[in-house]
């Protein structure tokens, strides 16, 4: 009876998960003093991700989200955000109508990048870039080495977003993909909101395995 009720108390899978993310989420809350911090969220979209990379979304022509810009702005605002971006696909008119009324917004968009050995489609998250530095982003970005090779000669901070998620009809990934990227980019989002927390979690795991050594 007691090995039952011990039994029954341990937390499932799905606990687990947010018992772990949880835990690593209040340890990196305590780093840096909340004073010297903003608060954002990096990666959002509104009603001009019109054209999706999902296969159903094209085929329908149906945009990411139908939320119009100034919703999605009161939205971040009433939950706290210092600064305010939207990291539409592969444009950024909402931040520049943003900018042109006079809104403090950071500049972003979520490119769609060509990875032509593996014959994958990844997408990077970038921001503070000009208007000029979009146009050449979007022709780069048919070649993911020299969009990054760009952005590094521009000083364009660039994240890897939902990392085990990417669109191929290679069935032939291995680990060696996922080390390629761990050396290409600085940083990676490990809490998507779209994706389910075990994405997020196992996407926690692989990048605490990164050692410098490693």
Same mark, same amino acid.
């Given at each position: ?17 947010? $018992? ?21 969220? $990096? ?16 085929? !329908? ?5 139908? #939320?119009?810009?100034?919703? !999605? ?17 592969? *444009?950024?008119? /909402? ?16 490119? &769609?990048? =060509? ?21 050449? #982003? *979007? ?11 760009? &952005? &590094? ?10 990392? #085990? =998620? ?8 291995? !680990? /060696?993909?996922?080390?390629? $990227? ?8 490990? #809490?998507?909101?779209?994706?389910? $927390?075990?994405?997020?979690?196992? &996407?926690? *795991? ?9």
């Amino acid at each position: 009876m007691s090995n039952y009720l011990q039994s029954k108390q341990q937390p499932n899978f799905r606990e687990s998960l947010d $018992l772990e993310f949880k835990q690593f989420l209040n340890q990196q809350s305590t780093r840096f003093d909340p004073e010297n911090c903003l608060k954002i969220d $990096l990666h959002c979209h509104d009603h001009n991700s019109d054209v999706p990379d999902e296969l159903w979304g094209r085929i !329908l022509r149906l945009p990411e989200t139908w #939320l119009k810009t100034q919703k !999605l702005v009161k939205t971040l605002q009433a939950t706290g955000c210092s600064v305010v971006t939207i990291t539409n696909h592969n *444009n950024a008119r /909402s931040c520049w109508n943003l900018v042109d009324k006079g809104t403090d917004a950071l500049v972003g968009a979520e490119f &769609t990048c =060509y990875f032509p050995e593996y014959e994958l489609f990844i997408h990077v998250l970038a921001y503070g870039f000009t208007r000029e530095q979009e146009e050449v #982003l *979007n022709q780069k970005r048919q070649d993911v080495y020299d969009f990054l090779r760009y &952005t &590094t000669e521009q000083d364009i901070p660039v994240i890897l977003p939902h990392p #085990l =998620y990417f669109y191929t009809k290679n069935e032939k990934i291995d !680990l /060696s993909l996922f080390e390629k $990227l761990a050396v290409m980019f600085y940083r990676f989002e490990i #809490l998507n909101g779209q994706r389910d $927390l075990w994405q997020s979690v196992l &996407t926690l *795991n692989w990048m605490q395995s990164l050692t410098p050594k490693k």
